[in-house]
C-alpha cells in the first residue's frame, strides 16, 4: 500500500500547482476536463519500513518517475477540491532505488507501474466501478528478486457493496 500512497500524491499536488484544463459543453455532467503530466520527478522518503507487504526492511526509497491523470468533474469546490460526479484514471511507472539501513541487506533498484481507475481521495465514491492494479519488480544487489502484483476492484449498487476483489502475488527469489 505504500506505493500507492507515493504514486498517487504528486498527480493530486500536480491538479492544485496548476494544469492545463479545458471546459467542456456546458451540458455535461463534466464541465472540467483536466489532464495531469508529470517527468522525471524525483521523491526521496527516508526511513521507510512498509515498502511492500513481503519485504519487509527499513531504508531510504527514491523514485523517478512519470504519470499522466485525466480527470472529469462536476466542479471545483471553494476549498479547491473535486466536486462529483466524478472520473477519474491515472497511469504512472517509475524507477526505483531501495537503500536498506542494514548493511547487510542488499540494495534493490527496479520499475514500478500503477493504473488507477475512478480513485477518488477526499471525496466520497461517485462511481460505482472503482480499481486499480500495481506492478513491482526490484533486484537486489546480490542476485534476489522481488516481484509484486495488486488488483483490486470494487463494484458497488445503490443498496452497498456488491464486489470487493482485492487479489495480491509476492514473490521473493
Known sequence: MRFIKLLCVPALV???????????????PYPI????REHKTIEY????????????ATGDLTEVYNGQAHILAAGIDPQGNFVGPLHYE???EESVLFVPLDQSLPTCTGHATIHL???EFGVPLDSPNVGFTNTVVLRGTDGSQIRWHEDAHLLLKATG???FVDHVRCSVK
Open 90 to 92: 491515472a497511469t504512472v
Open 161 to 163: 457493496m456488491v464486489l
Open 45 to 56: 522518503d527516508p526511513g521507510i519500513s512498509d515498502l511492500l507487504p513481503c519485504f519487509t
Open 33 to 36: 476536463n483536466m489532464t495531469l
Open 117 to 119: 481507475r475512478n480513485i
Open 14 to 28: 500536480a491538479a492544485m500547482l496548476g494544469v492545463t484544463a479545458a471546459a467542456a459543453l456546458a451540458a455535461s
